[in-house]
């Protein structure tokens, strides 16, 4: 603007000073010559302003062009570097991940009170809740992905938990990734081929690890220990102090870590998302000899429960649920179709374990603490189950720890309709409180008992819709709920039968309510049946007036043993005979157990509550032959007592001289 004005002014100022000019030349030049040199001077003039204006106009353009060029140069710059340090960045990012994916950093705490292992930095397991978790902790980790595949632990300070751990790592596969830790103590019970086992695996302390010492060690399975520590403890009152071990491990590719020869199938599908995930099953995931997991058991003739379905009740023990769930699947008539596992807690393992079978899996949330808690899964699992099936007219109910006889759903098909017979009857069990090997041997009789026994049975819809789901006991009441259905105003005067010889094993030695020493002595002998067809012989003969008339008869004309000697002598029950043989002992009213309780003990049968009788009347096989105990005056069946022979009384300080049983 400034240029523009100059000229302007410019040429104002000499246009009138020419014009002055030409005036004053009017009388000196000619006319022709004015006008030519006014011409000219217009035109230099004309000239000099378009140049004057194209020349600022060139100048502002490249001052405009400098400036953009400049300013895209240097934006152009700064992108440049933020691109280079976001390639920086992410390359770094590459760098690390690249880093995490070919190598695991495995760092683990052994102590008294806490059991921690960290992946790469991140806590995957941790153990510090007080007064729980004693003993060998173990975890299973992926090769190639480094997830944890299985969790463990081993309570070493009591008995066989030492088996149970050399059982699991035997069963877990080759390469593997297994950490091993101490919390409080876990070495009590651990004898010495738990110890050997351990040591195989490379560790250089299993076999001096002792009282109150930790110890931690990481280890590939069939290949070699990656960091092991151990601490001894100063004194037999203290605990060592902790030991803290890091393991770097190379992970191995995808392809290493699953198995490739399995033929294509639904099988092998279920397989593969169970094995590439869980670990610890042995021969399930086997890549050369794989065990099945579909069966096609024969069927049951006559089946009376085909459309019935079956309740598991499960929780947080899958390889109790694995064991269970192949002795149930190749029980003839077994039909997966009917058959659902009731979680109790959102758990993943037993869920891939049902889903492994082709089982419908369900998962409720917990309600209530301990055995409220149990109780409340009942109700929940059998509430759920006749919504499933609203069409059922029967239930039966097993518990994740129990093995199932090849002739299960055969018992039930010939006793179910019993309960439709027969009112005075509320459930048909396929376990024996009293069944141990030394006390029962007839896979073909059945009983009828007062209590409740549980542990694999059979109830109907009605019983359930209209009696027992609307009064069961509350997540508030601390009740077991087989403890409930035997209560006088729930059982209503009714019975349940029970065979001779159980169709259940209970084998969990792990529980809110048990543990391995409790286990031994009450449930690690009871018989079990192992045969596959069996007929249960005049399945009539248990309803109600035809089981007295029979009861009146043997018992008529049963031997009386001698009620002079001791029961709990050695040599008390006879060895040959070839009729029932009958003791009675004192007891005086429906709850008078003294004598009973105390001859149980020394008989080595349930002997902490009175179960499996019938009107004070408890019958078995012993020595393989069949045996009376009638409580006396009670029991009706005392009115065939000898007028001379006095009932045995016996109290809890007599039964220190107990019967030897023959293994």
């Not at 995490?100 to 495995?106: E, P, Q, R």
């Not at 997830?147 to 081993?154: G, L, T, Y």
């Not at 819809?461 to 027992?468: A, M, Q, V």
Request: aromatic share 10%; with cysteine; net charge negative.
């Amino acid at each position: 603007m400034f240029f523009v004005t100059l000229i302007s002014d410019f040429f104002i100022e000499d246009t009138k000073e020419n014009k002055q000019a030409m005036y004053s030349c009017n009388s000196r030049f000619h006319r022709h010559r004015r006008k030519l040199i006014c011409h000219v001077l217009k035109a230099v003039l004309v000239f000099l302003v378009v140049s004057m204006i194209a020349t600022h106009t060139i100048l502002i353009k490249e001052i405009t062009n400098a400036e953009f060029y400049n300013q895209s140069r240097n934006t152009k710059e700064t992108e440049m570097s933020e691109t280079l340090k976001l390639v920086n960045r992410r390359s770094s990012q590459l760098k690390l991940q690249e880093n995490s994916l070919n190598t695991l950093v495995i760092k683990v705490t052994s102590s008294k009170d806490n059991v921690t292992v960290t992946v790469d930095n991140t806590v995957i397991y941790e153990d510090k809740e007080a007064l729980r978790g004693r003993g060998i902790h173990v975890l299973v980790l992926n090769q190639a992905t480094g997830s944890v595949m299985a969790q463990r632990i081993f309570d070493t300070y009591s008995p066989h938990e030492d088996d149970a751990m050399s059982l699991f790592l035997s069963l877990v596969s080759d390469k593997r990734i297994i950490v091993f830790a101490i919390k409080d103590e876990g070495t009590f019970q651990m004898k010495q081929p738990a110890r050997e086992l351990i040591s195989r695996f490379g560790s250089h302390y299993a076999k001096i690890v002792g009282w109150r010492d930790m110890w931690a060690m990481v280890a590939i399975k069939g290949v070699r220990v990656i960091s092991e520590g151990y601490k001894k403890s100063p004194d037999f009152s203290s605990w060592s102090n902790p030991v803290h071990i890091t393991a770097e491990i190379p992970l191995s590719s995808i392809s290493e870590s699953q198995c490739l020869l399995w033929p294509e199938g639904e099988e092998t599908r279920r397989r593969h998302n169970f094995c590439n995930e869980i670990e610890g099953y042995g021969s399930v995931c086997s890549c050369s000899d794989p065990s099945p997991i579909m069966f096609s058991p024969p069927p049951v003739l006559n089946n009376q429960i085909s459309d019935v379905p079956v309740t598991i009740i499960a929780s947080n023990r899958p390889h109790y649920l694995y064991r269970m769930l192949r002795t149930l699947l190749t029980a003839n008539g077994a039909n997966p179709d009917m058959i659902t596992v009731f979680i109790d807690g959102f758990y993943d393992e037993p869920l891939a374990v049902a889903k492994l079978f082709g089982l419908r899996g369900v998962q409720h949330a917990p309600m209530g603490v301990r055995n409220a808690r149990i109780s409340q899964h009942y109700k929940s699992s059998l509430s759920s189950t006749f919504q499933i099936f609203p069409r059922a007219k029967y239930a039966i109910v097993l518990e994740e720890d129990l093995d199932v006889s090849p002739d299960f759903f055969g018992y039930f098909s010939q006793t179910v309709r019993l309960l439709d017979e027969d009112p005075s009857l509320y459930c048909i069990s396929a376990w024996n409180d009293q069944g141990y090997e030394h006390t029962s041997a007839d896979p073909s009789k059945i009983y009828r008992v007062e209590t409740m026994p549980g542990l694999g049975w059979i109830l109907k819809k009605s019983l359930y819709k209209e009696e027992l789901e609307a009064r069961w006991p509350t997540p508030d009441k601390t009740w077991d709920w087989d403890m409930w259905m035997r209560l006088a105003e729930v059982r209503r005067g009714r019975e349940c039968v029970i065979p001779d010889v159980s169709r259940t094993y209970h084998f969990g030695s792990s529980g809110l309510n048990m543990n391995s020493y409790f286990h031994d002595i009450y449930f690690n002998k009871h018989s079990f049946n192992t045969v596959r067809d069996v007929e249960i012989l005049n399945v009539d003969s248990i309803k109600k007036d035809v089981y007295e008339k029979l009861l009146e008869s043997e018992i008529s004309h049963a031997n009386v043993l001698n009620h002079d000697q001791s029961p709990c002598e050695e040599t008390y029950f006879p060895q040959k005979g070839d009729k029932a043989n009958v003791l009675y002992i004192e007891m005086s009213h429906a709850k008078d157990f003294v004598t009973w309780l105390a001859l149980a003990k020394c008989l080595h049968v349930w002997d902490l509550d009175a179960r499996g009788y019938h009107r004070g009347m408890w019958r078995m096989h012993y020595n393989d032959i069949p045996l009376f105990i009638i409580g006396a005056p009670f029991s009706p069946y005392s009115i065939h007592m000898p007028v001379d022979v006095v009932p045995i009384f016996m109290s809890k300080e007599e039964t220190k001289k107990e019967v030897h049983i023959n293994n």
